[in-house]
């Protein structure tokens, strides 16, 4: 089947019209962002096109909120998440280091195979030593893929959930000088993608697979996209496993997608699953 024609790039409206005046978007002053034309793929078109508009200074609480809902008045096709800084990488996006063009199409693949794939590429393999986790790195779990967590249906609305976390996240200094950045993107979920992001390159450099998992999350849980550090990735959940049992294959899910979460932090899977899923409505994810 013939794809459709893509649409125009929705930040060529902020081009001449850099704080979104005509688009009554009330913007404070920005730059756009093109990413690198030397990473393309083979059979994509090397071109420095405009991937999102970065605000020039740090925003504090309301503002993705306010941007948001004027963004939906406007129908501008523009997704508002937020960037963030640390120590030594500094406004990272304008370091040459976004490239959509490197990146496959999410709609070519799906979430169970993908996670499968994930997920035998980072447990312990029996044939050459358990290592230094043992089988205990993955119990409840064996080397087989324990297959998807069970949707559960928010109870508030995940919009206002990933809003209210932004607030939170800036007020106590979790997002260090948090820019707001629009991304030309249909859903929150493609934003990795579509601002060709490479956070996540030392374990996965197509980001279309991460936004496969990422789409998948918003619908079984009511899951967005908040913000974006140069290799970290914060998401809302409006609806979090309530117990251990539940919280268990989806911890799974993020040791398969971010293995780092793990391996660095809680130890294992199970420990992992009660520190970090079980009731908890921020998921943040970091590669090293």
Not at 70 to 76: E, F, K
Request: glycine share 10%; proline share 9%.
């Amino acid at each position: 089947m013939t794809k459709p024609p893509k649409k125009q790039n929705a930040l060529s409206l902020l081009a001449e019209d850099p704080q979104g005046r005509a688009l009554r978007l009330d913007l404070p002053p920005g730059m756009i962002v093109t990413g690198s034309a030397w990473r393309a793929r083979p059979w994509s078109a090397a071109r420095r096109e405009p991937l999102l508009w970065v605000s020039d200074e740090p925003v504090g609480v309301g503002a993705l909120a306010a941007c948001r809902a004027r963004l939906a008045a406007a129908g501008a096709g523009l997704q508002a998440v937020l960037l963030h800084e640390r120590r030594g990488l500094e406004g990272w996006w304008t370091r040459d280091e976004l490239s959509p063009a490197a990146m496959s199409d999410p709609d070519d693949h799906h979430v169970e195979p993908v996670l499968r794939e994930f997920w035998a590429g980072v447990v312990p393999d029996p044939q050459e030593g358990e290592g230094p986790d043992g089988a205990g790195l993955t119990a409840p779990f064996g080397r087989d893929w324990p297959g998807l967590a069970e949707h559960r249906t928010p109870r508030e609305d995940p919009e206002e959930v990933a809003l209210a976390l932004a607030d939170e996240l800036i007020r106590d200094g979790v997002l260090p000088g948090a820019r707001l950045a629009l991304v030309p993107a249909g859903r929150g979920a493609d934003v990795p993608t579509a601002m060709g992001w490479r956070g996540a390159a030392n374990h996965e450099d197509d980001t279309a697979l991460l936004t496969t998992v990422v789409r998948s999350w918003e619908e079984r849980f009511g899951a967005r996209v908040v913000a974006l550090g140069f290799d970290e990735l914060h998401l809302s959940v409006a609806a979090p496993p309530p117990t251990r049992v539940a919280a268990l294959p989806v911890a799974a899910e993020h040791f398969a997608f971010c293995p780092d979460n793990v391996w660095q932090g809680s130890g294992s899977v199970r420990a992992y699953a009660d520190e970090a899923v079980t009731g908890v409505g921020h998921w943040g994810f970091w590669w090293d």
